[in-house]
């Protein structure tokens, strides 16, 4: 059974940078993605990565400022976000890229002053 497990998130001022981890389990090698649900809107995938590790990042007003990495060791996919803003604020999830499974509980990140 293929489980996910967010974590890194938190209460950051604008220009702040969050690192959230995605724990992987019950498989490996996905091609996993990075989503992301603020307030009011539907989720959206913000970008995603491949098991080798090549990504891309779909939303372009985060094109810059945040990234995705992997340890497939660890089992393990990142989201750097950088220069963080307050439209950032939302609630992230990390998935399967190709066809999601049973969402995890997400990680809140909130940008304020």
């Known amino acids: 059974q293929v489980q996910f497990v967010e974590s890194g998130g938190g209460s950051v001022q604008p220009g702040g940078s969050l690192r959230l981890s995605c724990a992987v389990s019950?498989?490996?090698?996905?091609?996993m993605g990075w989503y992301r649900q603020a307030p009011g809107k539907q989720r959206e995938l913000v970008g995603r990565?491949?098991?080798?590790?090549?990504?891309?990042i779909v939303v372009p007003s985060v094109k810059g400022r945040f990234t995705i990495t992997r340890d497939n060791a660890k089992n393990t996919v990142y989201l750097q976000m950088n220069s963080l803003k307050p439209e950032n604020t939302g609630v992230y999830y990390c998935?399967?890229?190709?066809?999601?499974?049973?969402w995890g509980q997400g990680a809140q990140v909130t940008v304020s002053v």
């Open positions: 019950g498989s490996s090698d996905l091609f």
């Open positions: 998935n399967r890229a190709d066809t999601p499974s049973t």
């Open positions: 990565i491949s098991s080798a590790g090549g990504v891309t």
